[in-house]
Nanobody, 121 residues
Framework: QVQLVESGGGSVQAGGSLRLSCVAS????????MGWYRQAPGKPREMVAT???????NYKNSVSGRFTISGDFARNTVYLQMNNLKPEDTAVYYC???????????????WGQGTQVTVSS
């Protein structure tokens, strides 16, 4: 089994910053990529930022320049530094890991339970 646990969410005013962390544990042979997704009430879950081996990153357009994703796959960890937060960033943020649990197994997607980020105007 693989577990992902997020931390660092909270409530801030517009213009503020938060740093999210996600740690994966359990049966992990290798990590191909990790990322952050978010879901606001009444909206579908959307990609925020991803990072793959070789530090290849990808961002949702509306967060590019404000959010920075970084990862330490040797420590099964990914971070999301969020600056200049806006009310429209309010959502539950989920960590996703694209992880190979065993040497001979397939890569699977594992999700964390989510952490709430609330930005007030």
């Amino acid at each position: 089994q693989v577990q992902l646990v997020e931390s660092g969410g909270g409530s801030v005013q517009a213009g503020g910053s938060l740093r999210l962390s996600c740690v994966a544990s359990g049966n992990i042979f290798s990590i191909n990529a990790m990322g952050w997704y978010r879901q606001a009430p009444g909206k579908p879950r959307e990609m925020v930022a991803t990072i793959a081996t070789g530090d290849v990153t990808n961002y949702k357009n509306s967060v590019s320049g404000r959010f920075t994703i970084s990862g330490d796959f040797a420590r099964n960890t990914v971070y999301l530094q969020m600056n200049n937060l806006k009310p429209e960033d309010t959502a539950v943020y989920y960590c996703l890991g694209s992880i190979k649990p065993t040497r001979w197994g397939q890569v699977n997607a594992f999700w964390g339970q989510g952490t709430q980020v609330t930005v007030s105007s």
